[in-house]
């Protein structure tokens, strides 16, 4: 029985270990906080429960496999709930678009509000979904060589890559109205990138959200984690809470342990690294066991966007859906200022969540959780969040007030919170508080993205959105099934269905 030192018990450090643990090693996972999870954890205020982070479940099929591979089912763990319409897109109060998987409801909203495009949708989930059915596998094998990018399935892939133009771009190959493409090009900012920057390989988001739906976890996104932990419990392994790393032990050019924060060492075979990856590799790396991401090559890398977050609880609920995208005026200038320019906009583009319309474990009868993001530029703006937090949640309230039709809004609020970028980065160690963690340039990518065996030295793996192959909870579990394969593959413990 080989022990695996997990540092973090994020999503994809949970990922693995239940993978792992069900195979028969010795999994520690040691994380910084009083609670799982990391940015897909729960909290609450009052009787109020709330998701930290993620709100979105894709790719169900993903998770559900995750699951598999450790000889589970998904089903015994969490409960799900398709969502439909997917979301509402507020362009202003005479334009709201509802997309759904309902044809007929969709061709008769786009032929309202986009007249004579519905073509052009027809098109997208056509082709998006041979582009879908391409690429993904190619984001499910790790890029430890170059000789990677030669394969036959990638090799093939190509055509479909779009890497040569962006995604705003691509949408205007389907549709002929700007704020139809925004409303198919919106899902960068799950990568903290502005569409008209973000290559146009990710049009298969879009396809994701409109060909295999939306879901909800019923209790909150937080159950996955939960679920998670469990399992690696009943396979005897064990989660430390409140015991931070304060650095990973090399010898030999071998990671062989972790030293905690109170001192005491623990030894494994292998170390995999679930902490936000530059936090981790500016803070328990030694510098001189360090070439390719030292502290100064680590500043110039290209990193996402941050986000503001108000938390409610509301002593009503309001006929909203479930899931809410009001946009700013100037969408590209918003979004331009947010990644490119690192302005906190006047007008921003803000997210609303309304999930006790659907959930009501998470709220007491006849009250309501909501959940409030804006994306804002990470802490390398160097915007005084200290003197412009309680402004900028006024303007934020109000504008959700306005957009939304959340009248009297503030007057319902019976516990709030607040979290800024600052928040992110030295409460939740998210390197410069960026949410979203490394960028999705091209540069940043498959084999130019920090890679799932970590190559500055030996015996240690990495997971989560830092890696390859990127951010958001479908793929950071598949980073998880990357990185536990490499292993299980070495020691020639292979899971049967290793290939699903």
């Not at 995750?66 to 089903?75: G, P, V």
């Not at 006024?394 to 503030?410: C, M, P, Y």
Request: proline share 4%; glycine share 8%.
């Amino acid at each position: 029985m080989k022990k695996v030192i997990i540092v973090g018990a994020g999503p994809g450090g949970l990922s693995a270990g239940m993978i792992l643990a069900s195979r028969g090693y010795n999994v520690e996972i040691y994380e910084k906080q009083n609670f799982i999870g990391g940015r897909t954890s729960s909290f609450k205020l009052g009787d109020f429960t709330f998701d930290l982070g993620p709100t979105f479940l894709m790719m169900v099929d993903i998770l559900r496999d995750t699951f598999k591979l450790a000889d589970r089912k998904m089903e015994d763990y969490i409960t799900i709930k398709n969502i439909d319409p997917l979301y509402s897109l507020v362009f202003n109060k005479d334009k709201i678009f509802y997309p759904s998987r309902n044809m007929d409801f969709m061709k008769e909203q786009i032929e309202k509000l986009f007249p004579g495009n519905y073509e052009g949708y027809l098109r997208f989930l056509k082709n998006e979904k041979v582009k879908y059915e391409k690429l993904i596998p190619c984001l499910q094998v790790p890029y430890g060589s170059i000789k990677d990018f030669f394969t036959k399935q990638f090799v093939t892939s190509i055509p479909k890559l779009d890497a040569h133009i962006s995604l705003f771009d691509k949408l205007g190959e389907y549709f002929n109205n700007d704020d139809l493409k925004i409303a198919f090009t919106f899902q960068a900012k799950y990568l903290g990138m502005s569409p008209w920057e973000c290559p146009g390989t990710f049009s298969i988001i879009s396809y994701i959200e409109h060909g295999e739906g939306i879901y909800h976890v019923m209790g909150g996104l937080n159950q996955i984690s939960e679920g998670m932990a469990k399992a690696i419990e009943e396979d005897g392994g064990k989660i430390f809470l409140n015991t931070p790393v304060k650095e990973i032990l090399i010898e030999n050019g071998r990671a062989i342990g972790v030293k905690l924060e109170d001192g005491k060492k623990a030894l494994g075979d292998d170390i995999i690294i679930n902490a936000d990856f530059a936090y981790a590799l500016n803070n328990l790396v030694d510098d001189k066991y360090k070439k390719k991401y030292t502290k100064k090559k680590l500043q110039k890398k290209k990193f996402s966007c941050s986000t503001f977050m108000i938390y409610l609880g509301l002593d009503k609920i309001y006929d909203l859906p479930h899931h809410n995208i009001l946009f700013s005026k100037d969408y590209k200038k918003n979004v331009d200022e947010t990644s490119k320019y690192g302005i906190v906009s006047h007008d921003p583009s803000i997210y609303v969540q309304n999930a006790s319309i659907i959930d009501k474990s998470l709220a007491p009868r006849g009250k309501s959780t909501l959940y409030i993001l804006v994306p804002v530029p990470n802490n390398r703006s160097g915007f005084n969040w200290d003197k412009y937090k309680n402004s900028f949640r006024d303007k934020i309230l109000s504008l959700v007030e306005e957009r939304a039709g959340l009248k009297d809004l503030r007057k319902h609020i019976e516990v709030e919170r607040v979290i800024t970028p600052d928040e992110w980065e030295y409460d939740m160690n998210i390197y410069a508080g960026a949410t979203f963690n490394l960028g999705h340039n091209i540069s940043q990518m498959l084999y130019f993205r920090p890679h799932n065996k970590f190559e500055e030295f030996k015996n240690c793996f990495l997971v989560g959105g830092g890696t390859h192959p990127g951010s958001g909870l479908p793929t950071i579990f598949e980073s998880a099934k990357i990185s536990s394969n490499l292993i299980l593959e070495r020691d020639g413990l292979l899971h049967p269905i290793a290939n699903i």
